[in-house]
């Protein structure tokens, strides 16, 4: 089985087309597949539109949190939910596009652990992006992340289990991967712009959380023993 984890906040907007989009790939597969809407305490019309999908849809599944907890908490909430032996983790927002899963999906074999979906393009401003780049070059020197990583990527229950085991999640899910030690690969693809609303993360917390991911991964490697 095949899951796909989503965290949703603020996606009302976007929510039915992925569904549609998401469909059409899995079934395609015809493989067993379940699509895992983490609802992170939305505020907007998001839970009521989960709740739609998941009564037309037996392949729904909404695990909602009672409190905003963040895309990256809401991620490690969806992998303790997702029962498949290959699990994808994508946004709800459409920069993700569905139809790249059967390309991570293929990659995904017994030599490798994590396939990401690199990130071509700019889709951001100037400004983010350069920074963002910044960041991503020296989270892969840190701890082995492809240079082009984000949160779209598919995994074997190997690293699911590995990342759930983690005593204290750290504040990204993409340098906790990293420091599991298992192999990883990219597999390039231009992302789409966002199509409907803005991004939750601000210039100040996108430099905030940098700061915090970047020092979790200097204590994770410096006080586990499995890191040295």
């Not at 899995?26 to 809407?37: D, K």
């Not at 070059?137 to 759930?164: I, Q």
């Not at 690969?185 to 199509?195: D, F, G, H, I, T």
Request: charged share 20%; with cysteine; aromatic share 6%.
């Amino acid at each position: 089985m095949t899951s796909v984890v989503i965290p949703v906040y603020r996606n009302v907007d976007t929510l039915g087309t992925l569904h549609d989009r998401l469909h059409v790939i899995l079934e395609g597969a015809g493989e067993p597949y379940e699509v895992v809407f983490v609802d992170d305490a939305s505020p907007d019309g998001s839970q009521a539109m989960l709740l739609v999908l998941a009564r037309t849809d037996p392949h729904v599944r909404v695990h909602r949190l009672p409190v905003n907890v963040g895309q990256q908490r809401a991620v490690l909430a969806g992998l303790a939910q997702a029962r498949g032996v290959r699990v994808v983790v994508m946004d709800a927002d459409l920069q993700d596009p569905p139809e790249a899963i059967p390309v991570l999906i293929g990659a995904l074999n017994g030599n490798v652990s994590a396939v990401f979906l690199g990130r071509r393009g700019r889709h951001q401003p100037i400004v983010r992006h350069l920074t963002s780049r910044l960041f991503k070059m020296l989270l892969h020197r840190l701890c082995g992340t492809p240079p082009d990583a984000g949160l779209f990527v598919a995994m074997d229950r190997r690293m699911v289990t590995r990342l759930l085991a983690f005593g204290r999640p750290g504040p990204s899910v993409l340098a906790m991967i990293g420091c599991t030690g298992l192999p990883l690969v990219s597999v390039p693809l231009s992302r789409a712009s966002r199509s409907q609303g803005r991004s939750g993360y601000s210039a100040w917390r996108r430099v905030s959380m940098g700061v915090r991911v970047l020092a979790w991964v200097l204590a994770w490697k410096w006080y586990s023993p499995s890191a040295r």
